[in-house]
């Protein structure tokens, strides 16, 4: 009697554990899945360009230059200054400027806006460290046979203002052309298409920024370029690009020579300028940019260092953490919307929201983490697309 109980007992006790088990598998899967979730909620949105997201991000950095400006009118200054100030004005520029080829019906508000920062990122005291590097101004001294390739952040910043701003004052313009025509001198000039940024280094990801300046310019006034852009293309190829990882060298000799490894930081960002220039060479480092995806629970990343290379990142990559540059992951964002991958995108966009902490204010939207310059290439990045990308 006592074992046909015991044997009766058995298959509830079996059906009990088999319970337990997909209650705790289930519980796993949701402790899994849910931050994945969560933070993934807005990457559709931000993915087709959402209105309310893209304006408020763009007020938010439509303040910052208000704010700038007022600083400056008081006299106490702006604390983002050098490098830091020169990339807060021009991706400001560039962001605004995408805005408006993307939502024409407010170019009106915001095209103004960017004419401001592009103009901004011209000051003399933000190119300080270079001009100091060279002993020679590179914008005062159109006539020198330094590459001075710094100078394209802000040429593509005037021209992406210049293409959307009706009003755009002809003294700027003026400026503008002076510029695109230097620094398309220098390119053709130079057998690998490459030009210094510091002397003796050149960033192909800065050449990558003086061929899609050279291409705006020729959109927004229609001066043809072509000869210098296909000298630049060629020579990504032939020589930018290391043909076992399909990434950039972050750091060139101007003889072609590597100073430094293939990486992904200086390839997503090049990836971004060159769809300015050229798509089809833009989709190739965008190719080789999405092979560094690391992915873990839904969240990506991007791998900085190409296989067979190593190192701890500098300040183009950011924080270099288990291989993992903070830098490469915001840049892929523009090549994987322009380029339709919209795994990567929702994926990248999951660490963003985990990490930068994304806020709203009233009609402004910010990430709390990422301060000027973060939000600032954020809105670059995110609002890059097919009517950016030629």
């Not at 700038?68 to 009118?73: I, K, L």
């Not at 950039?248 to 090049?270: C, E, N, Y």
């Amino acid at each position: 009697m006592g074992r046909s109980t015991e044997m009766g007992d058995r298959p509830r006790q079996w059906r009990r554990l088999t319970a337990i088990v997909a209650a705790v598998v289930a519980a796993v899967v949701v402790v899994a899945l849910l931050p994945a979730w969560w933070c993934g909620r807005d990457a559709s949105a931000w993915y087709t360009g959402d209105p309310a997201r893209v304006h408020g991000l763009a007020a938010e950095l439509v303040a910052f230059e208000a704010d700038d400006d007022r600083q400056r009118a008081d006299g106490s200054g702006h604390e983002l200054t050098g490098m830091w100030g020169l990339l807060a004005h021009q991706m400001t520029a560039l962001g605004l400027a995408q805005v408006c080829l993307a939502h024409p019906e407010w170019r009106n508000q915001l095209a103004p806006v960017a004419t401001r920062a592009a103009a901004k990122s011209l000051r003399p005291e933000l190119r300080e460290v270079f001009t100091t590097a060279w002993h020679e101004d590179g914008a005062a001294v159109p006539e020198s046979s330094h590459g001075h390739a710094y100078l394209s952040y802000p040429a593509l910043a005037l021209g992406m203002a210049r293409l959307v701003d009706p009003a755009f004052p002809p003294d700027l313009a003026a400026t503008h052309d002076a510029l695109i025509a230097t620094l398309e001198r220098r390119l053709l000039a130079a057998p690998t298409a490459l030009l210094e940024t510091y002397p003796g280094e050149a960033y192909p990801t800065d050449v990558a920024a003086v061929a899609g300046a050279i291409a705006v310019h020729g959109r927004a006034t229609g001066t043809d370029h072509a000869a210098a852009l296909a000298h630049w293309a060629r020579q990504v190829r032939a020589i930018q690009i290391d043909p076992g990882t399909g990434l950039v060298v972050q750091r060139m000799g101007i003889d072609g020579h590597a100073h430094d490894a293939p990486r992904a930081s200086g390839t997503g960002l090049a990836a971004y300028f060159a769809g300015f220039a050229d798509r089809s060479v833009a989709r190739q480092l965008a190719t080789a940019l999405f092979g560094q995806e690391r992915d873990i629970a839904g969240f990506a990343a991007i791998h900085e260092y190409g296989h067979g290379y190593d190192g701890s990142g500098d300040m183009d990559s950011g924080p270099v953490v288990l291989g993992i540059s903070v830098s490469a992951t915001a840049f892929a964002f523009a090549p994987a919307r322009v380029f339709g991958n919209r795994d990567l995108f929702t994926g990248l966009f999951r660490t963003t929201d985990l990490f930068g902490l994304p806020v709203s204010s009233g009609s402004r939207v910010r990430f709390a983490n990422g301060g000027v310059i973060g939000n600032a290439l954020l809105l670059a990045f995110l609002t890059s697309g097919p009517e950016v990308a030629k």
